[in-house]
């Protein structure tokens, strides 16, 4: 009897000993597996750091572009200056119209909110030359609107279903570029190093 009892004794404390142990390590396991997810963190996090300092260092030491070149269909229709301000208009793979310098200049002076918004004239003027111009049969229909303003450029409108292009942020830098894929319509900077642009649109 008496040795029945010791023996049950001693497998208590060998059993809850065990238990302790499993805890132990089961502790240790976790603990490992805690380490494990930080450092995966931490890793991540690095690696978008180092993204965003090589997205923000292209963009900063890549020089300013002097022109850009307007494309539809595999064709380039026209170069303009980043340095004058214009409207362009392609239709159906052509240039449909422009207006640029002196006479863009005085449409802008004649809107009545010349003094106030020049994005807001700019867009008026826009307007109401794309009025004149779509008065006409021949250009009827969707049109891409590019305009360069400010030394930027941007799509201001495009005939075409998703609006990416006119969504897209204004371009300056040499090689960015904006894409208007229905209308096969490719506006890009040229590089101030760059002897030809050579973009095709497929």
């Avoid at 319509?185 to 497929?202: F, M, R």
Wanted: charged fraction near 25%.
């Amino acid at each position: 009897m008496y040795r029945s009892a010791t023996s049950v004794v001693v497998f208590g404390r060998y059993f809850v000993g065990r238990r302790k142990l499993f805890q132990k390590g089961k502790g240790v396991v976790m603990a490992e597996l805690k380490l494990k997810k930080a450092d995966i963190v931490l890793a991540v996090m690095f690696v978008i750091f180092a993204a965003a300092i090589l997205a923000w260092s292209v963009m900063y030491f890549t020089d300013s572009g002097t022109s850009v070149t307007v494309t539809a269909r595999g064709e380039e229709l026209g170069e303009y200056s980043l340095s004058e301000d214009a409207v362009v208009v392609i239709k159906d793979g052509k240039i449909a119209g422009e207006i640029s310098g002196d006479e863009l200049l005085g449409r802008l002076e004649t809107t009545d909110m010349a003094n106030a918004d020049d994005a807001r004239a700019m867009k008026k003027v826009i307007g109401e030359y794309l009025d004149e111009l779509l008065a006409d049969d021949q250009y009827a229909g969707d049109v891409n609107v590019a305009v360069v303003s400010g030394g930027k450029v941007y799509m201001d409108r495009a005939g075409c279903d998703n609006q990416h292009c006119v969504q897209h942020q204004k371009i300056s830098r040499g090689n960015e570029q904006i894409v208007c894929l229905p209308n096969k319509v490719i506006l890009q900077i040229k590089d101030t190093g760059d002897s030809e642009v050579d973009i095709i649109a497929h």
